[in-house]
């Protein structure tokens, strides 16, 4: 699985204009092969500054996303940000969940 991040901020004056292309995105990008889930979250502490998370099967599938149509509106819409954003593809080899939170509370009471 392949985790992409985009940090994102903006201005006040341009923010609705751009969270309105990041949602004419998501849609589609539900919809394109190998994705698992796209998610886009505010930061409560700056009302200007998102991210939008995706997770992908494979490496592949995000190239093939990165080339597609879509994903050019998206580009373009990161170009009108007012710092650049920060972008990180992570490959993840294991997906742990709340049993794994367990087990580190109960190994640091022994």
Same mark, same amino acid.
């Given at each position: 699985m392949i985790v992409a991040t985009y940090k994102m901020t903006t201005s006040h004056q341009k923010? $609705? /204009?751009q969270l309105s292309v990041i949602r004419?995105?998501? /849609?589609?990008?539900? $919809?394109e092969k190998g994705c698992r889930s796209v998610c886009l979250y505010r930061d409560t502490a700056n009302e200007n500054s998102f991210v939008l998370l995706e997770e992908w099967e494979s490496r592949d599938d995000v190239e093939r996303h990165i080339r597609g149509d879509n994903f050019r509106k998206f580009?373009?819409?990161l170009d009108t940000l007012s710092e650049v954003p920060e972008v990180s593809f992570c490959p993840v080899c294991r997906k742990e969940g709340l049993k794994a939170i367990e087990e580190i509370i109960v190994k640091k009471k022994k």
């Open positions: 923010r $609705d /204009g004419l995105v998501i /849609g589609p990008t539900r $919809d580009l373009l819409m």
